[in-house]
């Protein structure tokens, strides 16, 4: 992850050559948005999280809650720890030139090799393709980073150069893993995590690198989008096919309206107001950037969760109700809380600042509902943003969705 410079940033300038020097962009270049490659890089790495929400809905359809969650963690932290490192590298370094497309294309690739490993990663912890396809994303991303060392000069380039060294060790270690048996995995694996995470920290000691706060707030934006609509296509699918299968369409439509209202709701909560003016610190950054993992995780899960009420209607499932409920309540809960902690609390005030923490309190408590239980999360949610809505309204005299 990425910091603010303390060097005076140097403008992107265009350049017709097919090959750039690869300068750092300036914190305050405007109308900075996301490139169509920076979207195309999104909707790949979402193919991963579906990968990842269908298998655990499997597992906890199949009542095996510690597989299935022990799996999703490892899995999205890889999805997620790699989108996130090129998301703020892009933010100041993107050059948009031939080498950076090409090198971006085949993190790309990664992450669908990643993909492709998952299934066996869930049911054989088979790790094999999975950090196959983690390599392959994250050396690529050094190559990124010697073009960036090789374009800076002093404090700029060791931190380049640091990032580098970082990575490339991290990826000789989870090679290692593959290599020793299964039992002694389990150990290295947090282990691997936490070496991941502490090379951001190392490289940005004692010089931050360039970021754009409008840029990385509509990046994490999009991909809070987009990680929405795949939870939306996984639910449609589970009751189309829950559908074709048996006579009981009376029994989905309570999953899938409330399934509809509390993805609904996510997208209103999240966009409700932009953050990016709230992004002026490292720490801030650091904080928000990180907490995302929550934001991105949780709203995966709903999806999976949808799959397995889904199942629980039509008696297709190995839980009982309230199992299969909280497969989608506990998601639901996570995300309202962790995008007040993010997002909300810095603009709230009044009733208004607790809204969405007692609101995840109470959808947590709409699991003692049963089968019925994510209707009524739904119309929590719904009436969350209803609340939120005339808070708002009454505070500014005019009424506007502006704000949960």
Known sequence: MTGESA??????????????????????EPHRVATPLELFFDLCFVVAV??????????????????????YVFAFFAIWWAWMNFTWFASAYDCDDVPYRV??????????????????MFAEQDLVLSVVGYVVMRLAMVTQWLRAAASEE??????????????????????VVLL???????????????????????????????????????????FTLIVLGETVAAATVAVQSAADEHEGLGRLLPVAGGGLLICFSAWWIYFARPI?????????????????YLVFGSAAAIGAGLEVAVESAVHKAHVSETAATAAVTVPTAIYLFTVWLLHARHTKAGAAQVLLPVASVVVLACTAAG?????????????????????????????????V
Do not use: K
């Open 7 to 28: 060097a005076t940033p140097r403008p992107h300038h265009v350049d017709p050559r097919p090959v750039r020097r690869m300068v750092p962009r300036s914190r305050n």
């Open 50 to 71: 579906g990968q990842a929400g269908r298998e655990l809905a499997h597992d906890l359809g199949a009542g095996h809650y510690g597989d299935g969650l022990t799996g």
């Open 154 to 175: 002093g404090p700029a380039r060791g931190v380049a150069l640091r990032y580098a060294v970082g990575i490339t060790l991290c990826q000789i270690a989870w090679v």
């Open 180 to 222: 020793l048996p299964h039992d002694v995995r389990s150990y290295l694996i947090p282990l691997g995590i936490l070496a991941e995470l502490s090379v951001p920290v190392i490289a940005e000691l004692r010089l931050r690198t360039n970021w754009h706060p409008h840029h990385i707030a509509e990046r994490y934006g999009l």
């Open 371 to 403: 089968g019925s239980g994510v209707l009524v999360a739904g119309l929590v949610t719904a009436a969350t943003v209803a609340a939120g809505v005339a808070l708002h309204a009454r505070e500014s005299g005019a009424a506007g969705p502006s704000e």
């Open 276 to 292: 990016h003016d709230h992004l002026h610190s490292s720490r801030q950054a650091f904080v928000w950037g990180y907490g995302h």
């Open 103 to 120: 090198t971006t294309l085949v993190q790309i690739a990664g992450v669908l090799i990643l993909a492709a490993g998952v299934p066996r």
